[in-house]
């Protein structure tokens, strides 16, 4: 049986040591405070109409900058990583010109797989440190997850705004709990990007605006999973072979290319949701999308959005003008 923790430092080693344990591939820990540098940040891209239509991210500004609206007396953010990486998996979706689902959606819903590990480390934590006041959060409330993945020292954000580790990439889910309790704090880690802009120069609908600046609105991500109406024209074909999501701008990032391989299986894709080629997703009718996807986050693009995007991802594979992207996600040019 645990025992207590006789301090913080020894607090903070038992509770990081039980992450990696359960399978967490990183954790860090940041002292709940409210983000004012990303005040101004958040203010202008909401302001800018960066978000298109996802009016939810309007909603609860307050909190969003500051984790102690959400748990009254928070003193702690304990960041959390799980990598979904399959290399193999990487080499054959870029070799591939058949309909694409981004890496991390093929495998099982990362909401649960993370937040029934978090619960357990909550609970852990909690026999180390006695009574807990918190909560645990997978990407399903207003917390800046990679802000405070960058503030514990998980890694850095990278010019694509996704967060980069050294071992891992980018190829990772963040979940965190917020906690009253005290531990010892990580130092943020030092930008590895440097003058490298291979994000910026593949992103085929310039979404990545400027460096760590992504409008939203314009991202193949949004159109295939956010957007419930109809996906502009003048982005149909550079849309390419997408049909949930987008992984061209961390395709391209150099360090994807040594990341280390997850462990968690049940975040590795699946083979009924691998390799199907266009006739097989242009025949999905709403009984097989629902078998398909009973426990997957791509049910959040909905049954008529998927065939919205089947439509222009098999106009796409047909066309004899594929000038926007090739496989790699890199640009060709007219």
């Given at each position: 049986?645990?025992?207590?923790?006789?301090?913080?430092?020894e607090?903070?080693?038992?509770?990081?040591?039980?992450?990696?344990?359960?399978?967490?591939?990183?954790?860090?820990?940041?002292?709940?405070?409210?983000?004012?540098?990303?005040?101004?940040?958040?203010?202008?891209?909401?302001?800018?109409?960066?978000?298109?239509?996802?009016?939810?991210?309007?909603?609860?500004?307050?909190?969003?900058?500051?984790?102690?609206?959400?748990?009254?007396?928070?003193?702690?953010?304990?960041?959390?990583?799980?990598?979904?990486?399959?290399?193999?998996?990487?080499?054959?979706?870029?070799?591939?010109?058949?309909?694409?689902?981004?890496?991390?959606?093929?495998?099982?819903?990362?909401?649960?797989?993370?937040?029934?590990?978090?619960?357990?480390?909550?609970?852990?934590?909690?026999?180390?440190?006695?009574?807990?006041?918190?909560?645990?959060?997978?990407?399903?409330?207003?917390?800046?997850?990679?802000?405070?993945?960058?503030?514990?020292?998980?890694?850095?954000?990278?010019?694509?705004?996704?967060?980069?580790?050294?071992?891992?990439?980018?190829?990772?889910?963040?979940?965190?709990?917020?906690?009253?309790a005290?531990f010892?704090?990580?130092?943020?880690?030092?930008?590895?990007?440097?003058?490298?802009?291979?994000?910026?120069?593949?992103?085929?609908?310039?979404?990545?605006?400027?460096?760590?600046?992504?409008?939203?609105?314009?991202?193949?991500?949004?159109?295939?999973?956010?957007?419930?109406?109809?996906?502009?024209?003048?982005?149909?074909?550079?849309?390419?072979?997408?049909?949930?999501?987008?992984?061209?701008?961390?395709?391209?990032?150099?360090?994807?290319?040594?990341?280390?391989?997850?462990?968690?299986?049940?975040?590795?894709?699946?083979p009924?949701?691998?390799?199907?080629?266009?006739?097989?997703?242009?025949?999905?009718?709403?009984?097989?999308?629902?078998?398909?996807?009973?426990?997957?986050?791509?049910?959040?693009a909905?049954?008529?959005g998927?065939?919205?995007?089947?439509?222009?991802?098999?106009?796409?594979?047909?066309?004899s003008?594929?000038?926007?992207?090739?496989?790699?996600?890199?640009?060709?040019?007219?």
């Amino acid at each position: 049986m645990t025992g207590m923790a006789k301090n913080t430092t020894e607090r903070t080693e038992m509770v990081r040591q039980e992450a990696l344990r359960l399978g967490f591939d990183a954790v860090g820990f940041a002292r709940a405070r409210r983000l004012e540098e990303q005040e101004s940040r958040l203010e202008q891209w909401l302001r800018e109409g960066r978000h298109g239509k996802m009016a939810y991210m309007e909603n609860h500004f307050d909190k969003r900058l500051d984790p102690r609206r959400l748990v009254p007396g928070a003193q702690s953010v304990v960041s959390v990583m799980m990598s979904y990486h399959q290399p193999d998996l990487a080499g054959r979706q870029l070799a591939s010109e058949e309909p694409k689902i981004s890496k991390y959606a093929m495998g099982e819903d990362y909401h649960m797989v993370l937040k029934e590990k978090l619960f357990e480390l909550f609970a852990f934590t909690e026999s180390v440190t006695g009574k807990v006041e918190g909560r645990v959060f997978v990407d399903t409330a207003p917390v800046l997850d990679k802000a405070w993945a960058v503030e514990s020292g998980v890694g850095w954000l990278g010019k694509h705004t996704n967060v980069l580790n050294r071992e891992w990439g980018s190829w990772f889910f963040l979940g965190e709990m917020i906690l009253d309790a005290e531990f010892d704090y990580d130092n943020p880690v030092a930008d590895h990007c440097g003058t490298c802009t291979r994000c910026i120069d593949a992103c085929p609908t310039d979404a990545i605006h400027e460096p760590y600046k992504v409008d939203g609105s314009k991202c193949i991500s949004y159109f295939t999973i956010e957007l419930r109406e109809e996906i502009p024209e003048e982005y149909h074909r550079q849309m390419g072979e997408w049909i949930f999501g987008c992984d061209i701008c961390q395709d391209v990032c150099p360090w994807n290319r040594k990341a280390r391989r997850g462990s968690e299986e049940r975040l590795f894709a699946r083979p009924e949701t691998a390799e199907k080629d266009i006739d097989y997703w242009e025949e999905l009718d709403l009984q097989e999308y629902r078998r398909l996807f009973r426990r997957s986050t791509v049910k959040r693009a909905k049954f008529d959005g998927m065939k919205r995007n089947i439509r222009i991802s098999g106009a796409n594979l047909r066309g004899s003008d594929r000038r926007f992207v090739n496989v790699a996600g890199k640009k060709k040019h007219p």
